[in-house]
């Protein structure tokens, strides 16, 4: 049982940045996989980074490649994506995600988070 709680949502002004962050408790022995998803307004969830759980590999979605950023921090069991360069177009339900393998990082998530809104306004 893995819990996933976010935080660091909000408005933020185009070409302004933000960063989110997902702290996750319970079991987390496993040496699990932690990503990214966002949900726009009428759109299918759609991957946007991924962090294996030694941090060596990384993966992100074309569209937000040399904007974003996911790092971890083991110690603390917390994931964050630092968003930079936003546009209208990253306005979404943004969710923190872990699995309980390092294959396949863009499917099959285990654990999820509440999701929280980042608005970018124009």
């Known amino acids: 049982q893995v819990q996933l709680e976010e935080s660091g949502g909000g408005l933020v002004q185009a070409g302004g940045s933000l960063r989110l962050s997902c702290a996750a408790s319970?079991?987390?022995?496993?040496?699990?996989?932690m990503g990214w998803f966002r949900q726009a307004p009428g759109k299918e969830r759609e991957f946007v980074a991924v962090i294996t759980w030694s941090g060596s590999i990384t993966s992100y979605a074309d569209s937000v490649k040399g904007r974003f950023t996911i790092s971890r921090d083991n110690a603390k069991n917390t994931v964050y994506l630092q968003m930079n360069s936003l546009k209208p177009e990253d306005t979404a339900v943004y969710y923190c995600?872990?699995?309980?393998?390092?294959?396949?990082?863009?499917?099959?998530?285990?654990?999820w988070g509440q999701g929280t809104q980042v608005t970018v306004s124009s």
């Open positions: 319970g079991r987390t022995f496993r040496s699990y996989a």
């Open positions: 995600a872990a699995k309980d393998d390092n294959i396949r990082l863009r499917v099959e998530y285990d654990y």
